[in-house]
């Protein structure tokens, strides 16, 4: 039905302001996340740089800065453009819940996923994770769309490289049908380039786990650092399960921490009740903990994690409506 569409987008555009203005009354500056200050200030620079230097490798993981040079560097105008893909990325998560679940209406359910807090708070910010979310939820949706966001994925975030692998590998049998010619040899890539710098790789993990990545004084949630190398497994292990069921609050308390939280506990919400599952996917699991990898600050960690808590109820659609093809097949072959 065309007018669901529409209304959800209007909706989240609506919910959207009203958070941003509630944020605004309650002190909180369009600065709170200094990356803002950062792609507001420099993208002129570096843009101009990269557009000069006319060399692909230098776009990757900085295609951010060129989106906030072509709008001006405006902080309205980037916020109003995070808010549209936000309300964009609504629309696609409720086409690809009904293009798997056969679900044509709409059902309260749903509100879990479209205004969940921490993505609606991401849309009112001037960072990038909002455009990033958006390519995962497009990349998910059909393998047409795979391919044309995965080298803007890439573009965006180098580390995206991590949410790629999880839709090529859970979002459905058909992403790899088309895409064993290129995951294969990457993945024999990938390990020979892991091999070969396996110390260098080990080295990265540990300075990144000595560096203070806990910027906010609200962020208690432990790094496990404490613990040398060690440390890092642990958090691996960890930090996942803290993120998906929302049990980061209560090891840190706080309300800055209680509407991602809330985001959290909604995705566990609507997993359990609406799909019976309680989305701990392996893979997505291994892509989460890939993350706490090399982030040491929870804070960072959730930026670095959200676009895979976005796509997870999509996957875990995708495998389900599968399989019920897959029984049907085999019953009719019986």
Known sequence: MFFMPILIFICSIFFSLILLVIERSMGIPWNFHPDSETYINISNEVANAILNSG????????????IVYYLGSNILTVTIYNIILFSISNILIYAALKKYTGI?????????????????????????????????????YSTKNFI???????????????????????????????????????????????????????????????????FREFDSVPTFSEFGNFGIYIRAALWPLFYQTGLFFL?????????IFLGSLFNLIYCR??????????????????????????????????????????LIASQQAESCLNKKRLKTAL
């Open 251 to 259: 090891l840190s308390p706080s309300i800055a921490y209680f509407p």
């Open 55 to 66: 060399e692909f490798k230098d776009i990757l993981n900085n295609g951010y800065y060129i």
């Open 148 to 214: 044309l966001a995965l080298p803007a994925l890439l573009i965006m975030r180098l580390s995206s490289i991590a949410y790629i692998v999880i839709i090529a590998i859970e979002g459905g049998n058909h992403r790899i049908k088309h895409f064993w010619l290129i995951l294969l040899p990457c993945a024999f890539v990938m390990a020979g380039i892991l091999i070969i710098n396996a110390d260098l790789l080990i080295n990265w993990m540990n300075v990144n786990n000595e560096i203070n990545m806990v």
């Open 104 to 140: 044509t209406y709409f059902y309260w359910g749903l509100l879990l996923l479209l205004l969940n807090p921490y993505r609606m708070h991401l849309s009112t910010t001037c960072l990038k994770d909002t455009t990033i979310i958006f390519l995962s939820l497009l990349s998910v």
């Open 273 to 314: 009740i609406y799909q019976n599952s309680w989305g701990l996917l392996l893979v997505p699991y291994l892509g989460l903990s890939a993350i706490a990898l090399f982030v040491s600050g929870f804070t960072t960690y959730l930026r670095y994690a959200a676009p895979i808590l976005a796509i997870l109820p999509i």
